[in-house]
């Protein structure tokens, strides 16, 4: 079967349902752990894919979270040092050498002191804080530890601007909004350092196409009525698109991008890729895997970057039909 039967295929073909037993541990340093594990992938790859975002930040390998993204009875001494505090830090990162470490609170970002900031809507101060650190040219934090306040700036190189991070649900799910990536934490912790690239590198590929953007131009809806018609055929586009991309992304970020098809013929890959939606939005994994491998083959034949993948980052700007 050629590789244009292959694409015909995977944007037509349904997908199988698949459940799996929940299972979550919920203590706050296991979500930190894999928070910076994905933190440490995401950052090579948002780094390395710079050339390919519109929208860029400073990486700085710091996991930030707030005290209200907690329950009272959970948060314990995390937040001894402020209410917005470093989750974890990304070894050999800019936070690294400047040796913050997981426990110091932020108590400003630039001219801003976290004591000031609000929430936006019903997103936690966490995400302020982001915000704030993303809009920073050179970045300048103060730092508390014990009551003593540290001002450091940090070296931090830019790439795409992504919230990265791991959300407290056990299903294999990952998800982006043009803003914010999540990873769930059971597939997160299922994972392998290689599988999670293959799953941020499509999540990323969401972001770098702007396909938040463009199915709310087109106003295609999600949930329910994305399952019908045009909104399920624009979907599954977008679907095949970010798997397509991939390939691209991880190449860049110096990944064997054959491990984009290893993982969705992985077990894994196979339950992860059957069920996030339980769907037909997404093509089955087989499919998935067979049209990565003709993306290499067509337009990545030495399966290394830098890649600028024209006819892919061409359709950013054109809107759906
Ligand atoms: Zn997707």
């Known amino acids: 079967m050629n590789c244009s039967v292959k694409l015909a295929l995977a944007l037509a073909a349904m997908a199988f349902a698949q459940q799996l037993p929940a299972q979550l541990p919920d203590p706050i340093a296991r979500l930190n752990h894999q928070d910076v594990r994905l933190a440490e992938i995401a950052e090579r790859l948002l780094a390395a894919n710079r050339a390919l975002c519109r929208q860029e930040m400073p990486l700085t390998g710091m996991v930030l979270h707030s005290r209200d993204q907690y329950r009272a009875d959970v948060a314990g001494t995390a937040f001894a040092n402020g209410p917005v505090a470093v989750a974890g830090v990304v070894p050999g990162s800019p936070a690294a ?65 992504a919230l990265v991070e791991i959300r407290a649900a ?123 491998e003709c993306e290499i083959a067509e337009h990545l034949a030495g399966r290394i970057g830098p890649s600028f993948p024209q006819h892919l980052m061409s359709r950013r700007d054109a809107p759906f039909e």
């Open 97 to 161: 050498a400047a040796a913050i470490s997981p426990g110091d609170g932020i108590a400003a970002i630039g001219e801003q002191p976290t004591a000031t900031m609000t929430r936006i809507g019903e997103a936690p101060l966490r995400d302020t804080a982001f915000a704030a650190l993303a809009e920073q040219g050179p970045v300048v934090i103060a730092v508390v530890r014990n009551g003593q306040e540290r001002v450091l700036s940090l070296d931090a190189p830019s790439g795409c601007r």
């Open 170 to 292: 056990d299903s294999l799910d990952a998800r982006s909004d043009g803003r914010v990536i999540q990873v769930n934490y059971g597939l997160a912790q299922t994972a392998t350092d290689e599988q999670l690239a293959v799953v941020f590198a499509h999540e990323l590929g969401h972001l770098v196409l702007e396909h938040r953007r463009r199915l709310e131009a087109a106003g295609v809806e999600k949930g329910f009525f994305g399952e019908f018609g045009r909104n399920r055929r624009l979907n599954r586009q977008v679907e095949v698109e970010a798997d397509l991309i991939s390939v691209h992304l991880l190449a860049n970020a110096g990944y064997d991008p054959a491990i984009a098809p290893a993982f969705w013929r992985s077990r894994l890959g196979r339950r992860a890729g059957g069920g996030i939606l339980r769907s037909g939005t997404y093509p089955s994994a087989r499919a998935r895997a067979e049209l990565v």
